[in-house]
């Protein structure tokens, strides 16, 4: 007997196989249609036009890139990230021996990705834990004046 995970990629197979050509057309035809939602949120989000206010809704550029987020220029990595509804995206950071707060130099562009992302009505809240210290500073993406014709402020 096969073992179970061979089983059903077996039947996978077998199903996509007999799969109707309407089938295999709707399946290229969604496919299609998720590109083009992805490209025109990367539009918004470039043009400070992103809205919403559900996680849920977040564009999947943001979602991929929280599954792996990149490290700050001083190697520090979230050990915890949520999004949470309003937007709101709460990174938490457990700094290394010596580091005593997080770098704060010029947030809007240090968290630029994340916050065109989060749209009109994100938040960003940063919390930090040191050895004998621990802090919080909250973004608003309202109060970084990201320009309309790509990376970077106005």
């Given at each position: 007997?096969?073992?179970?995970?061979t089983t059903?990629?077996?039947?996978?197979?077998?199903?996509?196989?007999c799969a109707?050509?309407?089938?295999?057309?709707?399946?290229?035809?969604?496919?299609?249609?998720?590109?083009?939602?992805?490209?025109?949120?990367?539009?918004?989000?470039?043009?400070?036009?992103?809205?919403?206010?559900?996680?849920?809704?977040?564009?999947?550029?943001?979602?991929?890139?929280?599954?792996?987020?990149?490290?700050?220029?001083?190697?520090?990595?979230?050990?915890?990230?949520?999004?949470?509804?309003?937007?709101?995206?709460?990174?938490?950071?457990?700094?290394?021996?010596?580091?005593?707060?997080?770098?704060?130099?010029?947030?809007?562009?240090?968290?630029?990705?994340?916050?065109?992302?989060?749209?009109?009505l994100g938040?960003?809240?940063?919390?930090?834990?040191?050895?004998?210290?621990?802090?919080?500073?909250?973004?608003?993406?309202?109060?970084?004046?990201?320009?309309?014709?790509?990376?970077?402020?106005?």
């Amino acid at each position: 007997m096969f073992p179970p995970r061979t089983t059903l990629l077996l039947l996978t197979l077998l199903l996509g196989g007999c799969a109707s050509p309407a089938h295999q057309q709707l399946g290229q035809t969604l496919s299609g249609l998720e590109g083009e939602l992805e490209r025109l949120e990367e539009e918004l989000a470039a043009m400070n036009g992103l809205h919403y206010q559900q996680a849920i809704d977040a564009p999947a550029a943001l979602r991929r890139y929280l599954s792996a987020p990149a490290p700050t220029a001083e190697g520090l990595v979230p050990e915890q990230i949520q999004l949470l509804d309003g937007p709101l995206l709460r990174y938490r950071y457990r700094l290394p021996t010596g580091m005593a707060r997080l770098p704060l130099d010029n947030p809007c562009l240090r968290y630029e990705f994340e916050l065109r992302h989060l749209g009109r009505l994100g938040q960003l809240d940063l919390v930090w834990q040191a050895d004998d210290h621990q802090g919080r500073h909250r973004l608003y993406q309202a109060d970084c004046r990201f320009s309309a014709m790509g990376p970077g402020l106005q």
